[in-house]
């Protein structure tokens, strides 16, 4: 905060469910933070119900249609927020200076440019939107570093991983601080003790049916598929410089135990907290302030016991999957990412099965072999192969399920 003014938060994604919980941290704390921007893809009417509460001085919406919308629906209502629609305007308005903050809630690779941009800037970047790490992670941190940008996880590992590392943690050095190895947690999702031979007719209103948290639809089938912490061992690799071998992944069924950090001398220090996502959210904003984030205080014994588990690859295919495209490298974790987006949508749709999900993303990593990464151009490229390569196996799939 400077001089004791609210920082200027501008939310990328406002109208979804880190979006959504942003705000509601920021409307119990408007005397140490202000709304410069709101974004959102395609729902006008949440994003001008939240410019009506937040009176932020800009909004951008995924078109201009949309734009013209808004823009003429809150000027009837008295405001005069400046509305734009596009991807373009999208870039603009993360990199704009009227926010110090920027929190990073698209889902999915639409959100690599504005993030990009957000981190040119030399901001503080409330990251959410981890598949822009898994795309481009060497991108990424190689410009946090050249811009003297500051990122603080919002993923609530992440954010346990990082309030449970010291002060002064170099990610180019973590045996300097004696960190031996993170241990990520996961739920397992609604499948985790479900028959494998039921999950072939597993519906996507069954896989979005989180039995601790509620998310977005993407994200909600990548934690039944586990690829959601495929892609998290990733982001964990990027954000704290580990390598794969030192991030391990356990089942944990209760979520309240949300990372660890094991150090040398045999410490493992762990944040808990309820799973409300509100509390990762308010720990970033105010950092390293505390702030109240409307969470509910964790009732151990009402949580009464912890459990751990290893992970079953059999059941979570796409777990392996990313540790292997991260080995991999070059633009592995890009092609990876695109066809998950792909085939999670493919399912959404009802087009093809829950298991093939990880059939498809499997053939799609066979038949393209990694290929080194030296620009955004790159990692652009390899996530339209992926998209192509996936749409074309989806096909087939579809077509076999019909036959
Ligand atoms: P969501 O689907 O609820 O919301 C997505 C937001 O992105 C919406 O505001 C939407 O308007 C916007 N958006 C979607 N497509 C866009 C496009 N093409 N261009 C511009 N904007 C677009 O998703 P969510 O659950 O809030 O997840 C957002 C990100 O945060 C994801 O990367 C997810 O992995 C990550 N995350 C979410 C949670 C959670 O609890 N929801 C937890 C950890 C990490
Ligand atoms: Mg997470």
């Known amino acids: 905060m400077k001089g004791g003014a609210p920082t200027s938060v501008t939310v990328l994604g406002a109208t979804g469910s880190i979006g959504v919980s942003t705000l509601d941290v920021i409307a119990r704390n408007t005397d140490r933070f202000r709304v410069h921007a709101l974004t959102a893809h395609s ?91 898994v795309m481009a992670g060497a991108l990424f941190m190689e ?54 031979a039921e999950l072939e007719t597993v519906t996507p209103e069954q896989a979005c049916a989180h039995p601790n948290w509620v998310m977005g639809r993407k994200i909600s089938v990548d934690s039944a598929t586990m690829m959601n912490k495929g892609l998290e061992l990733a982001e964990a690799c990027w954000l704290f410089g580990l390598a794969p071998e030192q991030v391990e992944v356990i089942v944990h069924p209760q979520s309240v135990v949300h990372s660890l950090v094991e150090y040398r001398d045999g410490s493992v220090l762990a944040q808990m907290g309820n799973p409300d996502m509100r509390i990762p959210i308010a720990h970033a904003l105010a950092y390293p302030q505390r702030v109240d984030s409307g969470g509910d205080p964790l009732d151990l014994l009402r949580v009464a016991r912890l459990d751990f588990e290893a992970p079953d690859d059999r059941r979570f295919p796409c777990l392996k999957l990313a540790r292997d495209a991260l080995d991999a490298g070059g633009d592995a974790c890009a092609t990876l990412n695109a066809a998950n987006e792909e085939a999670v949508a493919a399912f959404l749709d009802g087009r093809i099965g829950f298991m093939d999900i990880g059939r498809v993303l499997a053939r799609v990593m066979e038949q393209l072999p990694a290929v080194a990464v030296t620009s955004l151009d790159d990692v652009m490229a390899a996530d339209q192969r992926g998209r192509v390569r996936t749409r074309a196996l989806v096909a087939e799939f579809e077509a076999g399920r019909r036959a």
């Open 43 to 133: 729902n006008v009417d949440l994003l001008f119900r939240q410019c009506l509460e937040f009176r932020p001085d800009r909004a951008v919406v995924g078109s201009e249609g949309l734009a013209e919308l808004l823009s003429r629906r809150l000027s009837a209502a008295g405001l005069h927020t400046d509305v734009r629609g596009g991807t373009e305007e999208l870039r603009d308005v993360a990199a704009a200076s009227g926010s110090d903050v920027v929190v990073a809630g698209i889902v999915g690779a639409a959100g690599l440019a504005p993030t990009l941009a957000a981190v040119g800037c030399g901001k503080r970047v409330l990251l959410a939107n981890k598949e822009a790490l």
């Open 143 to 196: 410009a946090v570093r050249r811009h003297g940008a500051e990122v603080l996880p919002l993923d609530s590992e992440h954010n346990a991983i990082f309030q449970c590392l010291p002060g002064g943690y170099r990610r180019d050095d973590p045996g300097a601080s004696g960190v031996r190895r993170v241990l990520l947690t996961a739920s397992g999702g609604p499948f985790r003790e479900v028959d494998p």
